[in-house]
């Protein structure tokens, strides 16, 4: 040990002094035990206290001696599904982290303002997040199985979930941990500890971009050009999968979710987040783009145009060409030509 006043980097003193106030915030005390040329001892106390009862009060479902291996009762699920009802309109929130204490802080903080489901590790979150289709992940980085960075790297490479907005936990906050996380595809980095209202707010501005994405995809717009990387590819594939089967009868959900090789859950949800529309309604939007394009391109009639964009009458297409564009295809047709 280098005590000569002329040693490399040199320190302020100060941080001992930072962590007797610290401690004594927490009502501990601090002692040292110092011998010149053997070394320094530090020892730190702190009262324990367990007067605060570990227990989601909106849920009633109850945290205190509860583990990964003991599961809730029968009651106490019910209890909280019918919570989770009562919730239905909020966003679905994905909580990969295998340190309860962690967990009972993040539901505190989110309870009551988001739907929460929980995983303890990265392989189960990524099974979990594939599975269920959350608004928004909650990852720690240093996880059993498979850490927060292969979590990333899997979900944002996969069709069904690379949307998701990830948020990565970690007691690691250099630059480089923080552009490694980045580099794997999370949307925001929180270093622990972190303020409720942080957390809060990062998740306000990610569903705020999630709605500014909703506005520019909920048009039904054909794509002609895909924006690399960008969940433009995704819904070019899905418009070129509902073109390519326009004459087929009675071409739905089931039928766009087994081409595209999802299950149709897992394509209502990633559309919902897209486009905020539902399965249907998106095909529908896309037979009627494809509807004006041939008014205008075509001569044929608006019954046969009706039939071959897939609608099942002429009279049902007229009226949801008209909710649409606040006009007849009739009288599209005549004040575009």
Not at 30 to 38: G, L, N
Not at 53 to 76: D, G, Y
């Amino acid at each position: 040990m280098d005590g000569s006043p002329t040693r490399a980097g040199e320190g302020t003193g100060i941080g001992l002094a930072l962590t007797k106030e610290l401690v004594l915030i927490l009502k501990g005390t601090i002692e040292v035990d110092s011998k010149v040329a053997i070394g320094t001892t530090v020892k730190l106390i702190f009262p324990i206290s367990t007067k605060a009862p570990r227990q989601l009060i909106n849920n009633n479902l109850s945290f205190q001696n509860w583990s990964w291996e003991t599961a809730p009762t029968v009651k106490q699920v019910s209890e909280a599904i019918a919570f989770n009802k009562s919730l239905s309109n909020q966003p679905t929130v994905l909580i990969i982290e295998d340190n309860l204490d962690v967990q009972y802080y993040l539901t505190a903080c989110l309870q009551g303002k988001y739907q929460l489901i929980y995983a303890q590790n990265g392989a189960i979150g990524i099974e979990k997040a594939i599975a269920e289709i959350p608004d928004l992940i909650i990852s720690d980085v240093m996880m059993p199985e498979k850490d927060g960075f292969e979590v990333c790297n899997t979900l944002k490479n996969k069709l069904e979930t690379s949307h998701i907005p990830i948020i990565l936990l970690t007691a690691k906050a250099t630059i480089a941990d923080k552009i490694a996380g980045l580099e794997f595809g999370a949307d925001a980095y929180l270093s622990k500890p972190f303020h409720p209202e942080e957390l809060l707010v990062r998740l306000q501005k990610l569903i705020e971009l999630r709605q500014v994405l909703q506005t520019k995809y909920s048009s039904g717009t054909i794509i002609t050009k895909a924006i690399p990387k960008t969940e433009d590819i995704f819904l070019q594939n899905v418009q070129k999968t509902i073109i390519d089967n326009l004459p087929t009868k009675n071409f739905g959900p089931n039928e766009l979710a087994k081409v595209m090789t999802v299950s149709r859950s897992q394509l209502h949800r990633k559309l919902k987040a897209l486009t905020d529309i539902s399965t249907s309604n998106y095909i529908n939007k896309i037979r009627l783009q494809e509807a004006k394009k041939l008014l205008l391109q075509s001569e044929k009639s608006v019954s046969e145009i009706a039939y071959e964009v897939g609608f099942s009458s002429p009279q049902y297409f007229s009226t949801s060409f008209s909710a649409a564009f606040d006009c007849s295809p009739s009288d599209y047709r005549e004040q575009t030509s």
